[in-house]
């Protein structure tokens, strides 16, 4: 290329790239996510989204756990917690807490399925801890049992949206269904006297929000009833 063909702007007139921060970094990992998949968002993805090198990235996130924690984090700071001062019966407020998390990750069965081994520690996550002691304590639940109903009660919800959310996003989701429901259907009786009994219909009947809820309400039910085992019995 001649001197004279050569492109005359100077890098310096170019628009400077916004700095790199954590708070991006897990704005862009939500994009791409929302976009494309969880399993799309790794370092390389990222610095290519990001301009810049996947190094860079590690100064602000140690590794992808610590990412989807973060992420996950993000969504946390939406769960609706109104109910934790709203006036009626705890158990009923504690349920639409409740509900309002696994809303949330239904609608990313990833982080979902990110969230039942690796949580995150921020201050998101801490006020749903938090709101939710609030509804146990309420109910009088002793400290020590509400300890294990938080996280009983949490793992619950988490694990049904990891479930129900990638059922519900899976190509072939309407056809194992069918599979499900045919199988159940046509069950010999002889073989299989209770499910005959109680029918297919039966076994596949209630909405999601309706089991949902009422899962909530047997763990509920349950820790009112059930003191923590003293330390070391089995029963």
């Given at each position: 290329?001649?001197?004279?063909?050569?492109?005359?702007g100077?890098?310096?007139?170019?628009?400077?790239?916004?700095?790199?921060?954590?708070?991006?970094i897990?704005?862009?990992?939500?994009?791409?996510?929302?976009?494309?998949?969880?399993?799309?968002?790794?370092?390389?993805?990222?610095?290519?989204?990001?301009d810049?090198?996947?190094?860079?990235?590690?100064?602000?996130?140690?590794?992808?756990?610590e990412?989807?924690?973060?992420?996950?984090?993000?969504?946390?700071?939406?769960?609706?917690?109104?109910?934790?001062?709203?006036?009626?019966?705890?158990?009923?407020?504690?349920?639409?807490?409740?509900?309002?998390?696994?809303?949330?990750?239904?609608?990313?069965?990833?982080l979902?399925?990110?969230?039942?081994?690796?949580?995150?520690?921020?201050?998101?996550?801490?006020?749903?801890?938090?709101?939710?002691?609030?509804?146990?304590?309420?109910?009088?639940?002793?400290?020590?049992?509400?300890?294990?109903?938080?996280?009983?009660?949490?793992?619950?919800?988490?694990?049904t949206?990891?479930?129900?959310?990638?059922?519900?996003?899976?190509?072939?989701?309407?056809?194992?269904?069918?599979?499900?429901?045919?199988?159940l259907?046509?069950?010999?009786?002889?073989?299989?006297?209770?499910?005959?009994?109680?029918?297919?219909?039966?076994?596949?009947?209630?909405?999601?929000?309706?089991?949902?809820?009422?899962?909530?309400?047997?763990?509920?039910?349950?820790?009112?009833?059930?003191?923590?085992?003293?330390?070391?019995?089995?029963?």
């Amino acid at each position: 290329m001649s001197p004279s063909a050569r492109p005359t702007g100077s890098r310096r007139e170019r628009p400077a790239k916004p700095a790199l921060t954590r708070a991006g970094i897990v704005a862009a990992a939500l994009r791409v996510m929302r976009a494309e998949s969880l399993d799309r968002v790794t370092m390389r993805r990222l610095a290519a989204e990001l301009d810049t090198g996947a190094a860079s990235l590690y100064v602000y996130v140690r590794n992808t756990a610590e990412l989807r924690a973060a992420m996950l984090e993000e969504l946390l700071g939406q769960i609706d917690l109104s109910p934790v001062s709203a006036d009626g019966d705890w158990r009923d407020r504690l349920t639409q807490v409740l509900t309002s998390y696994t809303a949330i990750l239904f609608e990313n069965p990833g982080l979902a399925q990110s969230a039942l081994v690796t949580r995150p520690s921020g201050p998101a996550y801490l006020a749903l801890v938090d709101g939710i002691l609030a509804l146990l304590a309420a109910g009088a639940i002793p400290g020590d049992r509400a300890a294990w109903a938080m996280d009983l009660l949490l793992h619950f919800a988490t694990a049904t949206a990891a479930e129900q959310g990638t059922r519900e996003h899976a190509i072939d989701a309407a056809d194992e269904e069918d599979a499900v429901a045919a199988a159940l259907r046509d069950v010999p009786a002889g073989q299989f006297p209770h499910i005959a009994a109680i029918g297919a219909a039966e076994l596949l009947s209630g909405s999601g929000p309706d089991r949902l809820s009422w899962g909530f309400r047997v763990l509920i039910n349950g820790v009112i009833q059930t003191p923590r085992p003293e330390s070391g019995a089995t029963r």
